[in-house]
């Protein structure tokens, strides 16, 4: 670092000095109430403060110390609910919806009906399984029959080969239908013919709530048309935007802080769970972060808005109370203790750059070799600058 020249003038200041002591009691208006201080010199680097003005604006010492800061990315993102927690209601065969009186927000459990749907065709779907269910006896019958007479070589084999054919289809017939029963929610094993019926209910397969509603009461839903949303927010997560310059800095197991822009002080934490591994184009990659504790989610809703910090590795560095830092010029500056004299303390202004923060401390980099014997002003620089 280039040196620098004093600009210390020792006669003005005593002069200052005695001036402002005297001051104290040569009126009765005085208020006591201040000192005032001479600014100094545009372009010094050493400034001399007295003990009078020392104790009487408060200053205070402290010391630079090594701390852990973590940089932090801004960001942006929206809450969102996992795949798992989505869920669309539509018909595996198409029918008239009744029963229904959902509404948007209302939370469902799992297994609750939602709504019914109501045709004919389930009516013959129980009817083709009931028939094929009561044929499949005699058809099985009739093949154990025809094998044993086969293998007493009574029977032509033929007549074994046809019984086991009818047998086969009949049972596989069967089973399909039984499967498309249960599609319906309609249990094979208890049906017989006095419970065939037209209406079948719709369940929910998850708890959760009502996202929305897409059909009426007595509209007809057709095959794969979507009647209801549902989502559950049990485990919601954080979706950030981050531009592709900070992707190499990010990785699994980061902390995020964030916030509602509507409300900034009630801070939530998370952790990185999944980094995006392309790049959109708008030259950006998305990261997915869960909650650290999902309990925090319940004032959260899905499409919120949130602002966030992701905290980068920590690294070392010097630190100093924030207080202790000078802006001048868009430059910023810290006072360090060089020599104290009967009169003061003569101070060296040495320029910083200012980096992360953490509980009102504020990392350093300075221009100036500084260790922890170094004696610095934390409190009241801005007054002689």
């Not at 002069?15 to 402002?20: R, S, T």
């Not at 065939?196 to 794969?224: N, T």
């Not at 602002?307 to 070392?316: E, V």
Request: with cysteine; proline share 5%.
């Amino acid at each position: 670092m280039e040196a620098f020249r004093s600009k210390f003038y020792p006669f003005s200041i005593l002069a200052l000095a005695l001036a402002l002591a005297s001051s104290c009691g040569n009126s009765e208006n005085s208020t006591g109430e201040g000192i005032q201080v001479a600014e100094a010199p545009e372009g010094a680097r050493e400034i001399f403060l007295t003990e009078v003005q020392f104790n009487t604006m408060k200053m205070e010492w402290g010391s630079p110390k090594k701390e852990n800061f973590s940089t932090e990315i801004n960001v942006q993102g929206t809450v969102k609910v996992p795949v798992e927690g989505m869920q669309e209601i539509s018909a595996y065969f198409g029918g008239y919806v009744s029963d229904l009186k959902l509404i948007e927000g209302q939370p469902v459990r799992k297994g609750e009906t939602l709504f019914y749907l109501e045709n004919p065709d389930f009516i013959r779907l129980q009817q083709d399984y009931l028939e094929t269910s009561s044929q499949l006896t005699y058809l099985k019958a009739e093949f154990e029959r025809q094998r044993t007479l086969s293998a007493e070589q009574i029977s032509a084999q033929k007549n074994f080969l046809k019984a086991e054919a009818d047998y086969q289809s009949s049972l596989a017939k069967c089973q399909g239908l039984k499967k498309q029963l249960s599609l319906i929610n309609i249990n094979a094993e208890d049906l017989t013919p006095e419970t065939i019926r037209s209406k079948v209910p719709v369940y929910s397969p998850i708890k959760g709530f009502v996202e929305d509603v897409f059909v009426v009461p007595g509209q007809f839903l057709p095959a794969s048309g979507k009647a209801v949303s549902l989502l559950n927010k049990d485990h919601l997560h954080i979706e950030l935007i981050l531009f592709e310059k900070d992707a190499p800095q990010i990785h699994i197991g980061q902390k995020v802080a964030f916030a509602m822009p509507d409300n900034p002080e009630r801070e939530i934490m998370a952790e990185i769970h999944v980094v995006g591994q392309s790049v959109n184009a708008q030259r950006q990659i998305n990261v997915h972060a869960d909650l650290e504790d999902e309990k925090e989610g319940l004032g959260l809703f899905p499409g919120m808005f949130v602002q966030a910090r992701i905290q980068l590795d920590p690294k070392q560095s010097w630190s100093l109370p924030e207080d202790a830092l000078v802006e001048l010029a868009g430059e910023y500056y810290i006072l360090l203790q060089k020599e104290k004299t009967d009169l003061g303390y003569k101070l060296e202004r040495i320029r910083v750059i200012p980096g992360g923060k953490s509980r009102g401390n504020i990392a350093i980099e300075a221009l100036t070799a500084l260790d922890e014997n170094s004696v610095i002003l934390v409190k009241g620089g801005f007054n002689l600058l």
